[in-house]
């Protein structure tokens, strides 16, 4: 699991309620969990940051933190370092070579790219996963196997949204910019960006 002040720890799954529990009541704004997957130590993660820069990493490399004093390592520090504001946006499975179905990656701007993810099986530990027009960035990626049961949503800052079958994105290499599915205004930004399943209600938010 990986929380807010971006440390990432190993917990076995028979120990989460009672960890849980006890985290719960001294956890500090930092310490809120953020990412969890279920994994094997002889595994692989892929974290990707808002750069769209992926990183793999052997799960056996995440320290242990059965104890919820533990905290942990900085992702950053798994990955090899991370450039001023660059910052994990997912915390994903690492492809296997047999990997199927894809990956969506959605940007600020309003873009989103789907790719095979066979596309991300390579041996680099460092690897580009999408090109970024000048002042975008990544803001959510999510592996979508069953896409025709599916539908993306994003959302703007100011209110406006649009819902699609992500199966009209096509396609396209992992190096690749995608698509702009929301057209913004001056000054509007994409805040939310989600595969949904199936029916049910949406609430928003506003400050």
Do not use: W
């Not at 790219?113 to 680099?124: F, Q, T």
Request: hydrophobic fraction near 40%; proline fraction near 4%.
């Amino acid at each position: 699991m990986m929380n807010a002040g971006g440390y990432v720890k190993r917990i076995p799954a028979k120990t989460l309620p009672r960890t849980g529990a006890a985290a719960e009541t001294a956890a500090k704004e930092s310490d809120a969990v953020r990412f969890t997957l279920r994994t094997a130590t002889d595994k692989r993660l892929m974290f990707v940051t808002n750069f769209g820069r992926c990183y793999r990493v052997d799960v056996s490399d995440v320290p242990d933190g059965t104890k919820a004093r533990e905290r942990g390592k900085l992702a950053s520090a798994l990955c090899g370092g991370f450039d001023k504001d660059e910052n994990v946006v997912a915390m994903l499975p690492m492809p296997g070579e047999k990997a199927e179905g894809s990956i969506l990656m959605m940007t600020r701007l309003g873009m989103a790219k789907r790719s095979l993810l066979s596309e991300y099986v390579v041996r680099s530990r460092k690897f580009p996963g999408i090109s970024l027009k000048k002042g975008d960035e990544v803001i959510d990626v999510q592996i979508d196997p069953h896409a025709k049961e599916q539908s993306l949503l994003m959302i703007t800052r100011r209110g406006m949204s649009i819902n699609i079958d992500p199966e009209l994105i096509g396609a396209t290499g992992r190096t690749t910019a995608g698509v702009h599915v929301i057209s913004l205004e001056a000054g509007d930004e994409t805040i939310f960006a989600r595969l949904l399943h199936g029916e049910g209600e949406i609430v928003l938010f506003t400050d």
